[in-house]
């Protein structure tokens, strides 16, 4: 499984971004897909997982009401609509994907992509 992140840029404080991630290869192995970030001198955090079979979400409580976790199945993308931007959420975005179960542990999961940057401005 390949995953390609898109949609990463410089918004600033309150505004919106739509991230993208598309799956490919042997994605009917996939079970979940997630978003996790990394902050510049952090560690790498969950943020949301979606369930491909049943759309089943969760987020983290930093998130929740201001980002949402989706998927087109017909496109083998997920994405992550972030609204009400701030300046803490600045972080490189990764998108990662499991066969097995939902987690927000990282290591739980199989499939990574590379990352996109994203930056929220004061």
């Known amino acids: 499984v390949q995953l390609v992140e898109s949609g990463g840029g410089l918004v600033q404080a309150g505004g919106s971004l739509r991230l993208s991630c598309a799956a490919s290869g042997r994605t009917f192995n996939i079970y979940t897909m997630a978003w996790f970030r990394q902050a510049p001198g952090k560690e790498r955090e969950f943020v949301a997982a979606?369930?491909?079979?049943?759309?089943?979400?969760l987020y983290a409580d930093s998130v929740k009401g201001r980002f949402t976790i989706s998927r087109d199945n017909a496109k083998n993308t997920v994405y992550l609509q972030m609204s009400s931007l701030k300046p803490e959420d600045t972080a490189v975005y990764y998108c990662?994907?499991?066969?097995?179960?939902?987690?927000?542990?990282?290591?739980?999961?199989?499939?990574w992509g590379q990352g996109t940057q994203v930056t929220v401005s004061s």
């Open positions: 979606i369930i491909w079979s049943t759309s089943t979400t």
């Open positions: 990662a994907a499991k066969e097995r179960g939902l987690s927000t542990l990282q290591y739980t999961y199989n499939y």
